[in-house]
């Protein structure tokens, strides 16, 4: 019996239409744990996904592909204090245009998100 090696960790904690995914440590290419599923974007019944990312000390490109892919759907908010390496990557790429930021997790599975421009 072996231990996961992963320097990661996803918790998926839904509630009515809202999917909360905690993600917790360092995310790269080779270390998605869970984050796939979690952030499926055609799950069905989610209204919005709430990702807390305070507790994250790495990501890289393809974690960020991740992130973007239900935001192509529904609203995506990044809860909790942006860890300056993710707000970095974020400015550069210019995803932080996509998404909508809250101070914690209880706000973001209330707050009211405008929708974003584009076709209809």
């Given at each position: 019996?072996?231990?996961?090696?992963?320097?990661?960790?996803?918790?998926?904690?839904?509630?009515?239409?809202?999917?909360?995914?905690?993600?917790?440590?360092?995310?790269?290419?080779?270390?998605?744990?869970?984050?796939r599923e979690a952030l499926d974007p055609l799950a069905p019944g989610?209204?919005?996904?709430?990702?807390?990312?305070?507790?994250?000390?790495?990501?890289?490109?393809?974690?960020?592909?991740?992130?973007?892919?239900?935001?192509?759907?529904?609203?995506?908010?990044?809860?909790?204090?942006?860890?300056?390496?993710?707000?970095?990557?974020?400015?550069?790429?210019?995803?932080?245009?996509?998404?909508?930021?809250?101070?914690?997790?209880?706000?973001?599975?209330?707050?009211?998100?405008?929708?974003?421009?584009?076709?209809?």
């Amino acid at each position: 019996m072996g231990t996961d090696p992963s320097p990661c960790r996803v918790e998926v904690l839904s509630r009515e239409d809202v999917r909360v995914v905690v993600m917790t440590g360092e995310f790269d290419i080779d270390h998605l744990s869970g984050l796939r599923e979690a952030l499926d974007p055609l799950a069905p019944g989610v209204s919005r996904y709430v990702l807390d990312v305070a507790g994250v000390t790495f990501t890289d490109s393809t974690v960020l592909s991740l992130m973007l892919q239900p935001a192509l759907t529904r609203p995506v908010i990044l809860a909790g204090e942006l860890p300056r390496h993710l707000a970095r990557l974020l400015e550069l790429t210019g995803a932080d245009r996509v998404f909508t930021m809250a101070p914690s997790v209880e706000q973001a599975r209330v707050m009211v998100v405008p929708p974003r421009g584009g076709r209809a």
